[in-house]
């Protein structure tokens, strides 16, 4: 009479898949990286959509906005200094000095698309030099003044690749080969929920904060694209 038990081969096969599904698992998760065609590759920013922070005074935006930054090899993590002109706080005329800060941007895992247009989930954290932080304030008479000190993990943010394609090049005598991506950029989409800010001040009747002190959880939102500024502008995430 037989006996049925299992064997060692059939161990070893759930092993394998068990492992395998894992693997899986972890090289899904895995963050993206930014690639360029040339190091070092500046970068710059274009406004796409007004960026916006809905704070208890009232909704800060402005009409324009860009960034620049330097990407020094392929990496996760990248940073752009921000510029904002023609704000408004609460309907008040506003300046913004960003004292030397910048958004640095951690490339999170793939969520969804295809080919060279996949969206990454990341994160954003606002660093400072010692003692800075980006200070939005109104012309003395009005009385109005907010800070938004070095922070993070800010989330959620998307950023996603855009026109980017693969393509053969035919030069004499090798081709066809394949040179390179065509120009591209990618998109951030901030939509964050988590940014902390600070009132200032507040000492007219004109400012429309009630009071002074530390607010969490407000909301920034904006759009803008990065374009590499060397060579062909090849900017990718992979």
Partial sequence: MATHRPSSFYYRSLVTLAVAFLTVGVASARAGY???EQYPAPL???QLSEPTIYTVGGTFRCSSSSYSGSLPYSSSTFSLKPTFSNCTLGGLSVSVSPEGCSFEYY???SIGGGGF???WSSSMYIRCPKGQSIKISSPPFFGCAMEIKPQGSLDPVYIRGL???????STYPNYP???HVTPGDIQIEHDISNLSYVVTQDSSPFCSFSGTG???LADYESRHTVVAGNARGYLRIN
């Fill in 34 to 36: 930014l690639t360029a």
């Fill in 44 to 46: 710059s920013g274009t």
């Fill in 107 to 109: 490339i999170g895992s």
């Fill in 117 to 119: 247009n996949v969206t």
């Fill in 163 to 169: 026109r980017q394609q693969d393509y053969w090049l």
């Fill in 177 to 179: 080969y394949l040179d």
């Fill in 214 to 216: 530390t607010f969490s």
